[in-house]
T-cell receptor, first 111, second 111 residues
Framework: DVKVTQSSRYLVKRTGEKVFLECVQD?????MFWYRQDPGLGLRLIYF???????EKGDIPEGYSVSREKKERFSLILESASTNQTSMYLC??????????FGPGTRLTVT | GQNIDQPTEMTATEGAIVQINCTYQ??????LFWYQQHAGEAPTFLSY????GLEEKGRFSSFLSRSKGYSYLLLKELQMKDSASYLC????????????FGRGTSLIVHP
């Protein structure tokens, strides 16, 4: 079974802090994704990566950056957290098929 | 671009059948997914349709009509545990593997 893990289930940070969200998958998938999910807005793509050190902007990249130094690990960085970044963050991976496997999510609160 | 529509909320009775519709408008098409997401949990894969027709998997079936830009998820013999959000996601053509998600349909199953 594919397993996607995320570093924290719940996180509380202060405005202006730098925040790191980590995601690890164990299926040797090429593609990894970061989404945020907000009530009424659904899943929105922040960034994705199709290979090590490669990254592409999604629909809402502003205020975020990513890092993929190893194939299994994809990190989302909030350079200076703001209250409007309070959300559920979901990481996903996919391989040759298009099916995505999601991590359990990190509920981030920025105060 | 792509525009994916699904109802916001549906209710149904335990033991009944429910059909959740999804319509989309895209400049191309490369497949459609259905995911299930229980409250506070990650989305999990239900089905993938790339050709027209019905795909059956136990109590769940998914239908696709590419010419109409239309899909539905059919849930039979509803159980209380089927109360969840159901997400429709479309992969546009042109070699993309990035799904675009609808806002999800919250299904409430009552006794």
């Amino acid at each position: 079974d594919v397993k996607v893990t995320q570093s924290s289930r719940y996180l509380v940070k202060r405005t202006g802090e730098k925040v790191f969200l980590e995601c690890v998958q164990d299926m040797d998938h090429e593609n990894m994704f970061w989404y945020r999910q907000d009530p009424g807005l659904g899943l929105r793509l922040i960034y994705f990566s199709y290979d090590v050190k490669m990254k592409e902007k999604g629909d809402i990249p502003e205020g975020y950056s990513v890092s993929r130094e190893k194939k299994e690990r994809f990190s989302l960085i909030l350079e200076s957290a703001s209250t409007n970044q309070t959300s559920m963050y979901l990481c996903a991976s996919s391989g040759q098929g298009f099916e995505q496997y999601f991590g359990p999510g990190t509920r981030l609160t920025v105060t | 671009g792509q525009n994916i529509d699904q109802p916001t909320e549906m209710t149904a009775t335990e033991g009944a059948i429910v059909q959740i519709n999804c319509t989309y408008q895209t400049s191309g098409f490369n497949g459609l997914f259905w995911y299930q997401q229980h409250a506070g949990e990650a989305p999990t894969f239900l089905s993938y349709n790339v050709l027209d027709g019905l795909e059956e998997k136990g109590r769940f079936s998914s239908f696709l009509s590419r010419s109409k830009g239309y899909s539905y998820l059919l849930l039979k013999e509803l159980q209380m545990k089927d109360s969840a959000s159901y997400l429709c996601a479309v992969i546009i053509g042109g070699g993309s593997y990035i799904p675009t998600f609808g806002r999800g349909t919250s299904l409430i199953v009552h006794p």
